[in-house]
Structures are given as C-alpha cells and as structure tokens.
C-alpha cells in the first residue's frame, strides 16, 4: 500500500520488563496472585515466606519448603499462575486494599526474594462491592 509522505509509521509498544514480564496482583481478600513468569523466576517453589515493611509499604515474598513453620503454600491457577492465601497476613499487618491492584514494577532481588511496594500499584479491578442494601447516591446521576 502506498501513502503520501506525511504518514508516520507506529514501532510498536516497548514492554518494560518490571510490569509486562511478572504479573502480580493483591485483592482485598488478600490473594496474592503470582502470574506464570514470576512463578518460574521464583523457582517454582510449591510455598512461600511472606514479610511485610511497614514504613516502607513493602510485601517480600521468599521461596520456602511447605514444612517449615510459618510456610504458606502456593495454589496453582490455570496457564501456570499460581495464588498465595494471604489474608490473615493482611489482617495481621493491617494492610487496607480496597480492590484488585497491580503491582507496576515488582522487582525480584538478588537472593531470589519478590519485592512488592504497595505504593506503587494501579487499580486493575472494579472495586469492592458494597453489599446487599447499598444504594446508590441519587445526586451522582449516571449519563447514558
């Protein structure tokens, strides 16, 4: 196909490694889904350590042997992705998560030990739902 001169030609969408290469997000029922890359990066472990950093809102996810103490395990998903049952570890540090959030640049160090920053999420899900008897405000009017 021929075009005049002025067209300029899109290259693509350059994938950022932290984001694209590890899908990792948290709900609020504290379901830590780990997607398949980061699975593998991780080692394949069959459970986790979870560490949680207050002051800096971070979540640390180390590779563990499903019989130490202290040990959660990993329930595998579909495609290879896999989910940690945090929710009492979310309880017991207080973490508030109010959906479903991505972490945007997970980082895996160099002992082999997944960073998550809690400052650093975006919300990829449509939120909490309120629950029976919830209605809606009738001053916020929804233009269709």
Do not use: C
Not at 116 to 138: A, H, Q, S, Y
């Amino acid at each position: 196909m021929s075009l005049h001169k002025n067209w300029l030609k899109f290259n693509g969408i350059k994938k950022e490694r932290g984001f694209n290469r590890h899908h990792i997000t948290i709900n609020h029922n504290g379901q830590i889904h780990i997607g398949r890359q980061a699975h593998i990066d991780l080692g394949r472990p069959r459970a986790v350590t979870l560490y949680y950093e207050p002051n800096q809102k971070k979540i640390a996810i180390e590779p563990a042997d499903p019989r130490d103490p202290g040990s959660v395990p990993l329930i595998a998903k579909t495609f290879g992705a896999h989910y940690v049952p945090g929710a009492q570890f979310i309880r017991q540090n207080r973490i508030h998560i109010a959906g479903t959030e991505a972490f945007i640049k997970p980082e895996l160090n160099h002992n082999g030990i997944l960073i998550l920053d809690l400052t650093e999420t975006i919300r990829v899900g449509r939120g909490r739902n309120p629950g029976p008897g919830w209605k809606p405000d009738p001053r916020e009017r929804i233009e269709r």
